[in-house]
């Protein structure tokens, strides 16, 4: 079976060759800027959830995210200074501390910490895929998807472990009016 991500962007790399370079809407540059920032400030997010926790696992994940997170804000810092788009002013990095010198009280549980990491990579993917379907230009919209498509394998892993350790948050379940009760 062929995977739909690999075609769509497949079929946007091969169109990208003939595409003129007109410059970016504004929508683009908002695309583009709301992205970066939001790597920025997940970036020190992940810092401050290395600082606190002691868990092997969630420190992995964190890794990986921050890995991710820095390639990703790479790839758009450079294509925006090359389209000439002011960069967004973030947040300062966190310097690394001792987890068990933080104060029970600010320390943020394994819990909350994936939670949010969650969270943060939802509204990622969320952003990618609305902004890789509002951009005119096929290299914008082939940045996104392939950014959405990174954001998503992440989060498989990450909900993976999460249900492993009874992390994720789930709504109320639906029984619809009429529907036989289940035992």
């Known amino acids: 079976m062929t995977n739909i991500f690999a075609s769509i962007k497949d079929y ?3 169109k990208l060759d003939d595409e003129p370079k007109n410059p970016l809407h504004v929508g683009e540059v908002m695309s583009l800027w709301m992205y970066l920032a939001l790597m920025d400030e997940a970036t020190v997010y992940i810092q401050i ?5 002691n868990d092997d696992v969630v420190h992995k994940m964190l890794t990986d995210s921050l890995k991710q997170c820095d390639e990703q804000g790479k790839r758009f810092r450079e294509f925006m200074k090359t389209e000439g788009v002011h ?3 973030t947040s300062e990095q966190r310097p690394n ?3 068990n010198a933080v104060p029970l009280g600010v320390k943020l549980t394994d819990d909350e910490i994936m939670n ?3 969270m943060k990579t939802m509204a990622a993917v969320m952003h990618c895929a609305v902004s890789a379907s509002q951009s005119i230009r096929n290299d914008i919209s082939l940045l996104f998807t392939q950014t959405m498509i990174e954001k998503m394998k992440f989060g498989v892993e990450l909900k993976d472990v999460m249900r492993k350790r009874g992390w994720i948050k789930v709504p109320p379940y639906y029984y619809p009016p009429g529907m036989p009760k289940q035992q």
């Open 12 to 14: 946007l790399q091969m």
């Open 49 to 53: 959830g290395l600082n606190t926790t």
């Open 87 to 89: 960069l967004p002013s």
């Open 97 to 99: 501390s001792d987890s």
């Open 116 to 118: 949010g990491l969650s």
